[in-house]
């Protein structure tokens, strides 16, 4: 191993990315995009849920439970309809998502203790967020129905739930610490799978396999630059994170570095395997997005929660490297865990980073064939 | 026995690729200091015998040593003392000129007392000193090729392997070129160089003829000329000499175009030049001229194939 030869490939590599649009784009306008698009864009959040009423009691006791729906800032009124048959329009259009009925005779029972009802429809289409509304909803009308029922009872049991590590539930919380996986998966494996499969191409790789230079050489030549960008991508990322988008970084900076060091080495180290195989950029570069960006966005965590997936799903996850860096991610970012916490997940990710590499040395071959 | 004190040796050396054989079990040798030639048509088995000899390719079968080593067994001892130039441009297009050099001269380990040297000799002799830092893909193409063989030679190996590195060159770049292998094989370097230019053959020291594989002649050009030619070339100049041509070998006499012109291969020229003549002329086409001439290297390798 010579320092002069990995030297001289991390100097030409890095003057070539320099000069490559593409790969300029792809290291350092791409994260800033997905950033963009996740951090003010694309929102989980459920909140002004369009609402359509069909209020037919009119009396002080309905008002005061749309009230109540509207006060929680979760429900906006878009509507009163006088009938009943008009919500329909609503939510086949998609003016509203949610509807709340009040029967003419809501008041009269309610103080009579005759079994008030109301009821509320939701838009299923979309179920996350139709869950997401139903839980609202039924809040709303548990709080209502103790109302009616009279401020003296006190409940027999007092639940007092509280959410920690991201107590406003804000989707971008957790968004934006597992975008920087999904960032890291495609600067490290697209970019790097383009790099070996282009010397074949141009055929400077035959020049290449002629001369002197060792396949570790070689290799860890052209992985020092681009895992420099991606370091730089991590901490851009978290920057715009915390100070642009109010993410919390509770954890240290350096807990974050070592592990996305980690990370990074095995995203890099397969990106390089796949250009090795390839030998062609654009199938190289479709399967570094089928083996990594793809798994890294799906089944990382990173957006869809894996205890929600098919069992089948979650069983794979296991072996997306992605998911435990995600894991790793929302621990720092939420919850401010020291790296004790996740050694075992971190010494997963190296020992994986480590077999890719080492294949990565086994199949570069100085031969042609 | 294979006999490691030349610069290469090879025996029976065989390449294939699936069903079909590239390299049909060839002997080469070559002295240190030589200038060899390996000339052959396209698809004959030029680049992949030099790429067997450099450690790139794996033979099927055969053995043999390149500086001393075994072709099978120490391929990276091999690349450590040769300069290898591909056919293809190999030079990276997106760096510059000095950049290139700078590569190169780290991937083969240049010491740092020599790199300045070596920088210095590399653009004097492609003739880019005022272009150090002009991007390679600007370069036309006998300057690229120049600065190519300098890169290949940056640490000063004995051995170099040049594949057709003329072609898509003009022709005094050509020249140029060859008196630069020259130069360095006075100084003791060895040089073998494939090619499909006849005229290019003509400054080896000694050539092997390969065809379909196999070497089908090999010896110092002027002995190749007189061993395989006691037949006489007539060259002859005619209105659409392609029409001529089919008539001719119509007629059982052996033809080749060369350029405008038609060499014709006669058992004595003073006889058949006139019946070639008079052939032409009845069938209507205009003879300008028909002259016996001295076979060149070219003629004797359409003999050969023709024979083979």
Same mark, same amino acid.
């Given at each position: 191993?010579?320092?002069?030869?990995?030297?001289?490939?991390?100097?030409?590599?890095?003057?070539?990315?320099?000069?490559?649009?593409?790969?300029?784009?792809?290291?350092?306008?791409?994260?800033?995009?997905?950033?963009?698009?996740?951090?003010?864009?694309?929102?989980?959040?459920?909140?002004?849920?369009?609402?359509?009423?069909?209020?037919?009691?009119?009396?002080?006791?309905?008002?005061?439970?749309?009230?109540?729906?509207?006060?929680?800032?979760?429900?906006?009124?878009?509507?009163?309809?006088?009938?009943?048959?008009?919500?329909?329009?609503?939510?086949?259009?998609?003016?509203?998502?949610?509807?709340?009925?009040?029967?003419?005779?809501?008041?009269?029972?309610?103080?009579?203790?005759?079994?008030?009802?109301?009821?509320?429809?939701?838009?299923?289409?979309?179920?996350?967020?139709?869950?997401?509304?139903?839980?609202?909803?039924?809040?709303?009308?548990?709080?209502?129905?103790?109302?009616?029922?009279?401020?003296?009872? !006190?409940?027999?049991?007092?639940?007092?739930?509280?959410?920690?590590?991201?107590?406003?539930?804000?989707?971008?919380?957790?968004?934006?610490?597992?975008?920087?996986?999904?960032?890291? !998966?495609?600067?490290?494996?697209?970019?790097?799978?383009?790099?070996?499969?282009?010397?074949?191409?141009?055929?400077?790789?035959?020049?290449?396999?002629?001369?002197?230079?060792?396949?570790?050489?070689?290799?860890?030549?052209?992985?020092?630059?681009?895992?420099?960008?991606?370091?730089?991508?991590?901490?851009?990322?978290?920057?715009?994170?915390?100070?642009?988008?109010?993410?919390?970084?509770?954890?240290?900076?350096?807990?974050?570095?070592?592990?996305?060091?980690?990370?990074?080495?095995?995203?890099?180290?397969?990106?390089?395997?796949?250009?090795?195989?390839?030998?062609?950029?654009?199938?190289?570069?479709?399967?570094?997005?089928?083996?990594?960006?793809?798994?890294?966005?799906?089944?990382?965590?990173?957006?869809?929660?894996?205890?929600?997936?098919?069992?089948?799903?979650?069983?794979?996850?296991?072996?997306?490297?992605?998911?435990?860096?995600?894991?790793?991610?929302?621990?720092?970012?939420?919850?401010?865990?020291?790296?004790? $916490?996740?050694?075992?997940?971190?010494?997963?990710?190296?020992?994986?980073?480590?077999?890719?590499?080492?294949?990565?040395?086994?199949?570069?071959?100085?031969?042609?064939? | 026995?294979?006999?490691?004190?030349?610069?290469?040796?090879?025996?029976?050396?065989?390449?294939?690729?699936?069903?079909?054989?590239?390299?049909?079990?060839?002997?080469?040798?070559?002295?240190?200091?030589?200038?060899?030639?390996?000339?052959?048509?396209?698809?004959?088995?030029?680049?992949?015998?030099?790429?067997?000899?450099?450690?790139?390719?794996?033979?099927?079968?055969?053995?043999?040593?390149?500086?001393?080593?075994?072709?099978?067994?120490?391929?990276?001892?091999?690349?450590?003392?040769?300069?290898?130039?591909?056919?293809?441009?190999?030079?990276?297009?997106?760096?510059?000129?000095?950049?290139?050099?700078?590569?190169?001269?780290?991937?083969?380990?240049?010491?740092?007392?020599?790199?300045?040297?070596?920088?210095?000799?590399?653009?004097?002799?492609?003739?880019?000193?005022?272009?150090?830092?002009?991007?390679?893909?600007?370069?036309?193409?006998?300057?690229?090729?120049?600065?190519?063989?300098?890169?290949?030679?940056?640490?000063?190996?004995?051995?170099?392997?040049?594949?057709?590195?003329?072609?898509?060159?003009?022709?005094?770049?050509?020249?140029? $070129?060859?008196?630069?292998?020259?130069?360095?094989?006075?100084?003791?370097?060895?040089?073998?160089?494939?090619?499909?230019?006849?005229?290019?053959?003509?400054?080896?020291?000694?050539?092997?003829?390969?065809?379909?594989?196999?070497?089908?002649?090999?010896?110092?050009?002027?002995?190749?000329?007189?061993?395989?030619?006691?037949?006489?070339?007539?060259?002859?100049?005619?209105?659409?000499?392609?029409?001529?041509?089919?008539?001719?070998?119509?007629?059982?006499?052996?033809?080749?175009?060369?350029?405008?012109?038609?060499?014709?291969?006669?058992?004595?020229?003073?006889?058949?030049?006139?019946?070639?003549?008079?052939?032409?002329?009845?069938?209507?086409?205009?003879?300008?001229?028909?002259?016996?001439?001295?076979?060149?290297?070219?003629?004797?390798?359409?003999?050969?194939?023709?024979?083979?």
């Amino acid at each position: 191993m010579r320092f002069q030869r990995i030297k001289a490939i991390v100097r030409k590599e890095s003057i070539q990315v320099a000069r490559d649009p593409f790969s300029l784009a792809m290291g350092f306008l791409m994260p800033l995009m997905l950033l963009f698009i996740f951090g003010y864009a694309i929102s989980l959040d459920v909140d002004e849920l369009t609402t359509v009423v069909n209020d037919l009691d009119k009396t002080s006791a309905s008002r005061e439970l749309v009230k109540q729906f509207t006060a929680s800032g979760y429900f906006k009124i878009v509507k009163q309809v006088d009938r009943y048959q008009d919500i329909d329009y609503y939510l086949d259009s998609g003016r509203a998502r949610v509807a709340i009925a009040i029967p003419v005779d809501f008041l009269s029972k309610a103080v009579t203790h005759k079994g008030a009802r109301f009821q509320i429809i939701v838009d299923g289409s979309d179920s996350n967020t139709a869950t997401i509304a139903l839980g609202y909803a039924s809040g709303i009308a548990e709080q209502a129905i103790r109302r009616f029922a009279g401020v003296s009872v !006190a409940p027999v049991i007092d639940v007092r739930a509280r959410v920690w590590y991201n107590p406003e539930l804000k989707s971008k919380n957790f968004i934006i610490p597992g975008l920087v996986a999904v960032i890291m !998966a495609v600067v490290g494996a697209l970019l790097t799978s383009l790099t070996i499969a282009r010397e074949w191409e141009r055929g400077t790789m035959e020049q290449l396999i002629s001369s002197p230079v060792k396949v570790p050489e070689l290799i860890i030549g052209k992985l020092l630059p681009y895992f420099v960008i991606g370091l730089i991508d991590v901490l851009f990322s978290a920057g715009l994170g915390v100070f642009l988008f109010e993410v919390p970084l509770k954890g240290s900076l350096i807990a974050l570095v070592v592990v996305s060091s980690i990370f990074l080495f095995g995203v890099l180290s397969l990106g390089i395997l796949v250009s090795i195989l390839a030998k062609s950029q654009v199938l190289a570069c479709q399967v570094a997005i089928i083996a990594s960006y793809l798994p890294a966005f799906l089944l990382s965590g990173f957006m869809f929660a894996i205890p929600n997936m098919p069992k089948a799903l979650q069983i794979l996850s296991y072996v997306v490297p992605a998911r435990y860096f995600v894991g790793m991610l929302k621990d720092i970012f939420l919850k401010g865990n020291s790296i004790s $916490f996740f050694l075992f997940d971190a010494a997963l990710l190296l020992g994986f980073g480590t077999l890719l590499f080492a294949l990565a040395n086994v199949k570069l071959k100085k031969v042609m064939e | 026995m294979i006999d490691a004190s030349e610069a290469v040796h090879v025996e029976n050396l065989r390449r294939n690729f699936g069903a079909f054989t590239a390299v049909d079990g060839i002997d080469l040798r070559v002295s240190k200091g030589e200038i060899f030639g390996f000339l052959g048509p396209n698809g004959a088995g030029k680049s992949t015998t030099i790429r067997m000899l450099c450690g790139l390719l794996m033979p099927t079968g055969g053995k043999g040593t390149v500086a001393g080593f075994d072709i099978v067994r120490q391929p990276e001892e091999i690349k450590k003392r040769i300069g290898y130039m591909s056919q293809k441009f190999s030079l990276y297009e997106d760096l510059t000129v000095s950049q290139n050099i700078d590569f190169f001269t780290g991937i083969y380990g240049v010491s740092k007392e020599k790199r300045k040297a070596r920088k210095d000799w590399v653009l004097e002799m492609a003739g880019l000193d005022e272009k150090r830092d002009a991007l390679t893909r600007s370069l036309a193409g006998g300057f690229k090729q120049r600065l190519a063989l300098g890169c290949d030679i940056l640490h000063e190996p004995p051995i170099l392997f040049l594949d057709e590195p003329t072609s898509g060159v003009d022709p005094l770049s050509r020249r140029n $070129f060859w008196s630069l292998i020259y130069s360095m094989s006075r100084s003791g370097v060895t040089v073998f160089v494939t090619t499909h230019y006849m005229d290019e053959a003509e400054y080896c020291d000694r050539l092997a003829l390969i065809y379909k594989g196999k070497i089908v002649a090999e010896g110092r050009p002027a002995d190749l000329k007189e061993r395989s030619m006691s037949r006489d070339v007539l060259e002859i100049e005619v209105d659409r000499a392609l029409d001529a041509l089919e008539l001719l070998a119509d007629a059982g006499i052996e033809t080749a175009v060369f350029g405008t012109l038609l060499h014709a291969t006669v058992d004595r020229g003073e006889e058949a030049g006139p019946r070639i003549e008079a052939i032409l002329k009845s069938a209507g086409f205009t003879v300008r001229a028909i002259e016996k001439i001295a076979p060149s290297l070219e003629d004797v390798f359409v003999n050969l194939i023709e024979a083979s």
